[in-house]
């Protein structure tokens, strides 16, 4: 599935989600709105009818006050005072203040109904109903009741100005009238002087129509679709003071919106029922359904764009330029200049792409080129046709003895000094001078491990790559140094040259790698220039292997016996067990020549394996037919000292078989050890540990000395042949070599073989030294087995003898 798929598979529920949630949030803010707006309103409506009632109770009281303090009542009470009958005109002009709708200011037809005048003695004085003129006066229960209480509470002198308020009832289907009272005497009048009186307390009785108060209320249940309804609650009682209060609308439990209006006197509960807000907040779900739905679309296809314009796209062309890098399509990619994560991701591509191309080119540890980036310069050489005569040259440089730096000292040190190294070769080759310029360098490269190559152009002679092969080994004078450390570290150069027309690059590495391994053999720190000679030894090598590889495979390999025999006695003690290869003998080529050669290959492990087989097998079938106790030895090669495959191997060899392991004993020569390799201790050990003997042959040739040997488990020193030939050049007076090798051996507690015995002079001087064991043409020629298991039995009983009237052992 494509990005591009995924995205949309993801942002669409996405969307979808969080617009439902912002939907939600939305109209739950609106809904909350709407009725939270419906009900401000309602209340505002309610404390709007709250401050009108007490405004219109307030303009009554003063409005009923002002024409009690009036001329046209002052009228009324002097007639009243003097039992004069009220004049017609009188009341008239007292009626025309409440009923004459020509004065703007008189609003008393809006509020008051009915107006009653009390004296003392209950007595109606004045009576004024300003929508019927016609009617009686009705004294309610209340009035007289509140008359009493009036006129019984004291002096007549005292100031009375009080107020009552009642309720009218019963009523059905409409709002009860609002009655208040009001005792009065001349002290509370301005129009006093009018009084002839100080004692007369009179009771003023007026109706309130609240049919104001009621139209509102029809009005809320209009215009509210029927869906608000209300409630009054007469308390039933009355009250010197009368005061108004409403409470807010809140939600009951049924769901509704209720509030609350009234007094002292009575309560109106305002309820506006739940289902009023269904409709209003049902077409607003359906409106957020219908935007959901649009903001959806509009959000999906504009985010999809968006997307594809800024994320998409620019992603997808990143990818077509990698895989065009991949291809090889174009050179590398191009930084991009938006500063956002995909330019982030195209410059950690081309950081990436280059560290590739540099590992791709590089070895990762010295930072030269590689063995790919090498062949690509040795390929680019090939393909091109010379115009002149100069000379190509290619170096091939192996480090000798790195793997003892690296098996001693540490890997960390071993890349330490292919680092040092490295850098030393590039400043040598680099610096200017008349032979070497920059531009005959055309690649310091290092194949692996230990093996570098340089591959130079232009050089003006043979003489110029000689001198460039001696700098080269000159940075191995006297070993390798970094700080303060020495390493015994040389360089072997083969170098291979061409100033044909047209080069062989692939030639010139094989040539040169042919040369490289003659350096090596040559010694230390050594170059050697291609030549037809070492062509022609090459070839000759590469021959003597393919026999070799044949004769093994073919089983033609076979064994001869070198006897060794007791100095002093010439009883057998054992023999040395030499390979032969027919074929290669009948050319005249003998071990001398083949065995180095198989050295340097793989090919040396399956050899040594397999005399190692056939030694255990011979040694086991002498001593069950000859009842042989001697030693049989044999030789192994350094390669097979460090591989474990031989001591697995040669461990099964022993346990399948019946022999003693103290009657095997293996031969290393002294340059298969090195000063203070733990490696070679460790796998000297390891084959002690299978009881065999460890014996060091051609002692002498190499540069091992005695100290260094004591780190070695050895029990017998072989002394090389070349000390016993020496014997008969040496000087009189002088000491011979030989004589110091054998006492060092000696004064270390080692058995000592001495080979090369030729003569009957050679054989006296050893004798007289003490040695412990002789071997050579003086005695013997190396046998076939057939001899060997006679000779076996007839000298085994002569052995015998000797060791029964001598008491000489094995190595006695």
């Not at 779900?285 to 968006?306: C, E, G, P």
């Not at 030639?507 to 050697?528: C, I, P, S, V, W």
């Not at 050679?762 to 004798?767: C, I, T």
Request: charged residues 25%.
């Amino acid at each position: 599935m494509t990005l591009r798929k995924k995205i949309r598979y993801i942002i669409l529920p996405v969307i979808m989600a969080l617009s439902a949630i912002v939907s939600c949030v939305y109209y739950d803010l609106y809904k909350k709105q709407i009725i939270e707006n419906k009900i401000t309103l309602l209340n505002g409506r309610i404390e709007n009818q709250l401050s009108h009632t007490e405004y219109q109770l307030g303009y009554v009281k003063s409005y009923l006050r002002q024409k009690m303090e009036s001329k046209e009542a002052s009228f009324i009470f002097n007639a009243k005072k003097g039992n004069n009958n009220l004049s017609a005109p009188d009341i008239t002009e007292f009626l025309n203040l409440f009923v004459d709708r020509k004065n703007s200011a008189n609003k008393s037809n809006h509020v008051i109904n009915d107006f009653v005048i009390f004296d003392s003695y209950k007595k109606l004085i004045v009576h004024i109903n300003t929508r019927d003129p016609f009617a009686k006066p009705i004294l309610q229960k209340t009035t007289k009741k509140i008359l009493d209480q009036t006129f019984n509470q004291g002096e007549p002198n005292n100031k009375i100005s009080q107020y009552n308020y009642f309720l009218d009832g019963p009523y059905l289907n409409k709002m009860p009238s609002l009655y208040i009272l009001q005792a009065f005497s001349r002290y509370q009048l301005p129009s006093k002087l009018f009084y002839e009186s100080n004692d007369d307390i009179y009771v003023a009785q007026a109706q309130l129509d609240l049919n104001f108060f009621a139209e509102e209320i029809r009005a809320l249940v209009d215009e509210n679709n029927g869906y608000f309804n209300y409630r009054f609650i007469d308390k039933n009682t009355s009250v010197d003071k009368l005061s108004f209060s409403s409470s807010p609308f809140q939600l009951n439990d049924n769901g509704a919106y209720e509030g609350r209006f009234g007094s002292s006197l009575f309560d109106i509960i305002l309820t506006l029922d739940k289902s009023y807000f269904s409709e209003q907040l049902n077409n607003l779900l359906v409106k957020f359904v219908l935007l959901n739905f649009i903001v959806i679309i509009l959000s999906y296809f504009l985010l999809i764009w968006l997307i594809d314009q800024q994320i998409i796209l620019p992603i997808t062309r990143l990818a077509k330029s990698i895989k065009e890098v991949e291809a090889s399509l174009v050179v590398e990619l191009k930084p991009l200049t938006t500063k956002d994560e995909v330019a982030d991701l195209n410059e950690s591509y081309i950081s990436l792409i280059n560290k590739i191309n540099n590992l791709a080119n590089n070895d990762a540890l010295t930072g030269l080129a590689n063995r790919g980036s090498f062949n690509e310069k040795l390929s680019a050489i090939t393909d091109v046709r010379r115009k002149d005569k100069t000379y190509v040259a290619l170096f091939f440089i192996d480090l000798d003895n790195f793997k003892y730096v690296n098996d001693t000292f540490g890997h960390d040190t071993g890349d330490r000094l292919l680092v040092v190294f490295s850098q030393r070769l590039k400043q040598m080759l680099r610096a200017e001078d008349r032979f070497i310029s920059n531009d005959m360098v055309d690649s310091i490269a290092r194949l692996g491990g230990d093996e570098f190559v340089i591959l130079m152009n232009g050089l003006p002679s043979i003489e110029t790559i000689a001198s460039i092969g001696k700098r080269i080994c000159d940075l191995f004078h006297n070993g390798f140094r970094i700080g303060n450390e020495q390493f015994d570290v040389h360089a072997s150069i083969g170098i291979a040259y061409s100033n044909d027309h047209q080069i062989n690059g692939e030639g010139l590495l094989t040539q040169a790698d042919d040369a490289m391994y003659l350096a090596k053999r040559a010694g230390k720190n050594n170059f050697k220039l291609f030549s037809d000679e070492i062509k022609e030894k090459m070839f000759f090598e590469k021959n003597i292997e393919n026999e070799l590889i044949k004769a093994h495979r073919d089983n033609q390999l076979h064994l001869v016996f070198m006897p060794s025999y007791n100095a002093k006695t010439l009883a057998l003690k054992g023999y040395e067990v030499l390979l032969r290869c027919p074929i290669l003998i009948d050319a005249g080529i003998g071990p001398d020549v083949f065995i180095p050669i198989a050295e340097n290959t793989d090919l040396i492990l399956a050899i040594d394996l397999w005399v190692a087989e056939q030694t255990v097998i011979r040694l086991e079938e002498v001593t069950r037919k000859n009842g042989f106790t001697g030693f049989f030895s044999f030789n192994v090669s350094s390669k097979s000292l460090r591989n474990d495959r031989f001591y697995t191997t040669l461990k099964k060899i022993i346990d399948r078989s019946d022999i003693n392991p103290k009657q095997l004993e293996l031969e290393i020569t002294e340059t298969c050890l090195m000063p203070d390799d733990h490696l070679a201790v460790e796998s000297l050990d390891q084959l002690k540990s299978l009881g065999v003997r460890i014996a060091i042959d051609d002692f002498g040739t190499g540069y091992t000395s005695f100290g260094q040997i004591l780190n070695y488990p050895l029990d017998t020193l072989k002394i090389d042949r070349s000390f016993v030939t020496n014997l008969r050049i040496t000087p009189v007076g002088k000491k011979p070599t030989l004589d110091i090798i054998f006492e060092l051996a000696k004064a270390h507690q080692l058995n000592v073989i001495v080979e090369g015995v030729e003569t009957q002079a050679d054989f006296e001087h050893v004798k007289t030294l003490g040695c412990d064991i002789v071997q050579g043409f003086y005695f013997s020629k190396p046998r076939t087995w057939t001899e060997v298991l006679a000779q076996c039995g007839k000298l085994h009983r002569i052995d015998k003898k000797c060791d029964q009237q001598k008491n000489i052992g094995c190595y006695g």
